[in-house]
Nanobody, 126 residues
Framework: ELVESGGGLVQPGGSLKVSCVGH????????VTWFRQVPGKELGGVSA????????YYTDSAKGRFTISRDKFESTVYLQMNSLKPEDTAVYYC?????????????????????WGQGTQVTVSS
């Protein structure tokens, strides 16, 4: 299973780091992706990382502000979020899928992921 943590309330312009720990999953063989969801809207991709080599991918909403990283030994993926905006407010989910079973053009399509965390709320507000 995947377990997220680190969400919370932060002021606009602030920073927050969320974590995703894989329990019983060797993340080395997986793509791990952060998605987010606002009530009433579909899941949207944020950032992805291939754990075995650390290759990182970002959607336009995250480029230049968010950084994804991983600790292979701790089976953990992090999302460092800087310069946060109110529109970043959402429930953030991490998802994982075997890397060899997904193509790069599918990285930000939530339907292709087999493992999901429970989500962590990030609220950006003054």
């Amino acid at each position: 299973e995947l377990v997220e943590s680190g969400g919370g309330l932060v002021q606009p312009g602030g920073s927050l780091k969320v974590s995703c720990v894989g329990h019983g999953i060797i993340l080395d063989y997986f793509i791990v992706t952060w998605f987010r969801q606002v009530p009433g809207k579909e899941l949207g991709g944020v950032s992805a990382i291939t754990s075995f080599d650390g290759a990182a991918y970002y959607t336009d909403s995250a480029k230049g502000r968010f950084t994804i990283s991983r600790d292979k030994f701790e089976s953990t993926v992090y999302l460092q979020m800087n310069s946060l905006k109110p529109e970043d407010t959402a429930v953030y989910y991490c998802a994982a899928h075997p890397r060899l079973q997904i193509t790069e053009d599918q990285f930000f399509q939530s339907s292709h992921y087999s493992y999901w965390g429970q989500g962590t709320q990030v609220t950006v507000s003054s």
